[in-house]
């Protein structure tokens, strides 16, 4: 978790005689920070570098960093991630013990019942396609891999319900393969930081290859999810409350009062079971 109380003290420590964080040196002192982490001029070994000090900061901050999805096999995470399309991982992890109980195998999902495997997940959403996806990924198991998860892209993402980020999660999580996770929250913060323009989530993986070692991708990605959940939220970025302000040329996009923004903040606990 962020220490916010840290955050609130510097910021307060720049504002001076400006409690109210408007107008005063604070402003003018992380607005032309932020505004140097922005420069039109910034090449590629300096971005290099930013992105890089991006990602020791984030290590510093969330050292306990994590796929949050709960799952003990490739499989299971196949499954839970699946279910986390359009869902909240909270969500997900309340349905997929008893699921996870019933259905062991991926022979067991080639066969299971569709009404009742729709009615089993159905708190997760989108529960008619998703049980269409479930089924189709046992049976491919079954047909072409004798039922157990393969450890390559090309082959995960030719399996029903299964997108590059999906088999990123799943390579880089239960296999230990590096890969960079892009959902919307990943997408929107290295957009923020300046790294890329590219909407399109394989450019995007493509471009902040380039600019991490391989070894750093999935921590980076658990790292980058868990601070765009925290903090840099997609409506309104607690911009007050963020510690890699001066590394982010997006300063100001959300609330930028340190103590409003701290209210924005969401703990960890908020996506626990």
């Known amino acids: 978790m962020t220490d916010i109380k840290s955050v609130v003290r510097s910021w307060r420590f720049l504002e001076g005689d400006h409690p109210n964080g408007r107008g005063g040196r604070g402003d003018r002192v992380l607005t032309k920070v932020a505004g140097m982490a922005a420069r039109a001029d910034e090449t590629p070994l300096a971005l290099t570098r930013r992105a890089r000090r991006t990602n020791k900061e984030l290590t510093a901050l969330y050292p306990h960093a994590h796929c949050e999805l709960d799952f003990t096999t490739p499989l299971e995470l196949c499954v839970a991630t699946i279910l986390s399309a359009q869902c909240t991982d909270k969500r997900v992890n309340e349905v997929t013990p008893a ?6 195998s991926a022979q067991a999902y080639a066969r299971a019942d ?3 495997l729709e009615e089993e997940i159905r708190p997760t959403g989108f529960f008619r396609n998703k049980t269409t996806s479930l089924i189709g990924l046992g049976a491919a198991l079954v047909e072409r891999y004798d039922g157990v998860v393969p450890n390559r892209l090309d082959d995960l993402v030719s399996l029903p319900g299964i997108g590059r980020k999906t088999a990123n999660v799943v390579l880089g999580n239960a296999f230990g393969v590096p890969g960079l996770t892009v959902d919307t929250h990943f997408g929107r913060l290295v957009r923020r930081f300046g790294w890329t323009v590219e909407e399109d989530p394989v450019k995007v993986e493509y471009a902040v290859a380039e600019l991490l070692p391989k070894a750093e991708w999935t921590m980076f990605s658990h790292r980058v999810i868990f601070h765009g959940r925290r903090v840099c939220h997609a409506r309104r970025p607690a911009c007050g409350a963020c510690a890699i302000v001066t590394l982010c040329p997006a300063f100001g996009e959300g609330e930028t009062d340190p103590v409003k ?5 969401r703990p960890d606990e908020f996506f626990r079971s």
């Open 99 to 104: 699921l996870f109980r019933k259905y062991t």
């Open 114 to 116: 569709r009404a009742v």
């Open 261 to 265: 923004a701290a209210k924005l903040v």
